[in-house]
């Protein structure tokens, strides 16, 4: 609006008070000039003049036309950071969301895992009393169980954490405890796409870079509206003026329409200096969309990485989650029949513990590389 406001020219209401060293006319001399005219005309020291003035542009050499593409263009610009900004809260809501979820599993299998130790403690104790356990043996139960307990501290603090950083990206004041409703679906697999295709669509669909090629332009546009400023300019002004003397009566009001033509010569020894200015930022702002092309590149590059990566985790995770499970149980059943080892014991629900952690947190990592895939490559939500 701006941009274009500058097309309608200027106007102004305007005033002016003078007090001269003699009497002047109070308006100009209009002819025919005659005897009887001079005598007729006003002549006072004090004067008032006011009224309104006037300028439109006729010709510019392009400036105001180039500058309403630079600012069309810098809208656009505006209006695409903008966008991808929004797409980079909402992903960093959904892995802050994630990673509560993954926090909160770990604690709920370290308090099952803590629960579960408890008992063994219990009954290690009684293992010793009986003389079927040697003290060795069951302060090895002591200490896992103890190691246990120190690990549901730290979850609970870092579930405290992560609840609080979530509070903190959704714009919450103070402590938030949120009530969340579990995500384990496991995500579909997505299309076979190659890496030329992805990233073609993260050139075509990613708003922060289409923002920086839009800022590139506008500093083109820009640079030539410096440019332009070398042309002639021509413009329409004019005036409408009441003009007031302290010892004379009313006259009439003056106007005048004036068209005004400007070729600039002195003035163009410094706009040599500002359209090089002008064209080196415009340069600049190239490089900047030319970098963040290659920066869009690199992050599909990275998305497909982390995909396979936690693709990768993922199956690790259910295959551990179901190992760990199995050994555990055998485990307990080789020590309660007294065949089986405290330490190899401890070990499988260790193993246990971690394969079920390591289930969520690769489900959620999952989900989120999926979600960043979707981010980098401009395609929104979940490809």
Sequence with gaps: MQAYARHLGEGDLVASGNRFEGARLVRPITGPITPATMAAMPFDRDQLHFGAAWQIPLFAGGALVRGDRAARLAERAADAQASHALDEVRYNVRAAYRNVLATRHAL???LA????????DVSARLQVETEAWSAADAAKVSFALASARARRAALTAQLQ??????????????AVTYELEDIPDEPA??????????SDAAQTGRRDLAGAR???EAQEERAGAVRAGFWP???LAGSYLWNRGRDVGRVPETYEVTLQLRIPILSDVGRVFAAREA???AAQAAERARAKELEVRGQVVDALGRLDAARAGFDAGKAQRALGAEVARVEKLKLESGRGKVEDYLAARAQALEGETGYWQGLYGLQSAYDYLALVTGIGGTP
């Design 113 to 120: 895992y803590e629960q579960a130790l408890t008992q063994d």
């Design 161 to 174: 954490s992560s609840q609080a950083l979530l509070a903190a990206i959704m714009g919450e004041d103070g």
């Design 279 to 281: 064209d080196a930022v």
């Design 233 to 235: 300019q021509l413009a």
């Design 214 to 216: 839009a800022a590139a």
């Design 108 to 110: 709920d299998v370290s």
């Design 189 to 198: 697999a997505l299309p076979q796409r190659s890496l030329a295709d992805l």
